[in-house]
C-alpha cells in the first residue's frame, strides 16, 4: 500500500482542518457524500455496506494498536537501553572516584571554608614580611600580574559583549517578542502565537498551517503568510499541534526532536535572541530524569560563568584541588609559578 495509502493525505488533512467538530464531524461528512453522491447505501445486496463499513474498521484498528504496540514496545526498550547506560556511567564514575580517592577528594563546605581560611592567613603573613623586606620590589611584582589578569578577564567580557550586543533579550517565556508574532520554548517544547487583525472570527477553514520536520508556514487563505519560513532545528510533527483562540489568534505549538537545546530564534530570517540570558523555571527542569537535569543544570551553571568571566565547574574544581595542595605542602614557593 505504502505511498498509495498516503497520496491523499494533504487533501484529507485540508478537509479535517475544516471541520472544527473533529473526527466525528469528518466522518459524517464523509458518509453524507456517500449517501447523496453515490450509490453506496442501495446499489448493493441488503448489508453489504455495513459489511464493508466493519471489514475495513476492523483493518484499520488492527493496523492501529499493531503500530501502537510496537511504538511502546520501542520505548520501553529505549528506556532500558538509556537507564543501562546511566548505570555504567554512574559504575565507571565510582570507579574513577574509587582510583583516584587519595589523589583527588571533593571538599565539604566546612572544610573548603576552613582551607581558605588558612590560605588566607598564610598569604597574609607572607606579604607583612615581604612588605617589610621588599616593600618596593614586593609592590612592582605584583602589580603587573593583577593587571594582567584584570586585563585579560576585560577583554574576554568584551568579546561576549561584542559578539552578543545586537542579540536581543529573552522574553519571560525565553523567547522573542516580535512585530508579527510571539514564540516561547522549553527544553523540549516551542510555542508560538499568530495574533490576525482582522474584522471577523477566524475560524479552521480561514487558516494555513504547514508543519514540516524543519519548516513552518502559518497565515491565513487570501493573505500573505505571517511565517513562512525553515526552522532552527528539526520537530517532531506528529507530536506538534496547532489551535483557534478567541476567533483572532492561531497558537501553534511544536515538540522538539533535540530536547538539549535552546533556540536563538524561530525563523532562518528572524532576529536572533541571547541564549546566555535565558533563565528556566525551575518546574521545568524537574520535568527531567535526574541525570538529564543534571547535565543540564551544569551546562546553564557553566555558561552563566564564562558570561561573567568566571571559573567554569571543571575549573573551579582544579583550582579548589591546587589550594589543597598548596596546603598540604606549606614548604614550596608557589609565588612565582603561573597556572592556567
Known sequence: MGDDEEKYDGMLLVMAQQHEGGVQELVNTFFSFLRRKT????GGESGAPEKLVKESFAHHSQLALKVHREQQIRQEKEKKEKAARAAKLAKEEDKTKDENGPQIRELTDEEAEKLQSEIDQKKNQEEKKEEKKEPVATSAENTPDKAEKEEKGADSEGEEDEKDKDKLKPNAGNGA???NYKWTQTLSEVDIVVPFDVKFRIKGKDVVVDIQRRSLKVGLKGYPPVIKSQLYNDVKVEESSWLIEDGKIVTVHLEKVNKMEWWNKIGA??????TKKICPENSKLSDLDGETRGMVEKMMYDQRQKSMGLPTSEEQKKQDILKKFMSQHPEMDF???KFS
Open 39 to 42: 450509490d453506496f447505501f442501495t
Open 177 to 179: 517578542d516580535l512585530p
Open 269 to 274: 530570517t528572524d532576529p536572533e535572541i541571547n
Open 335 to 337: 609565588s612565582k609559578a
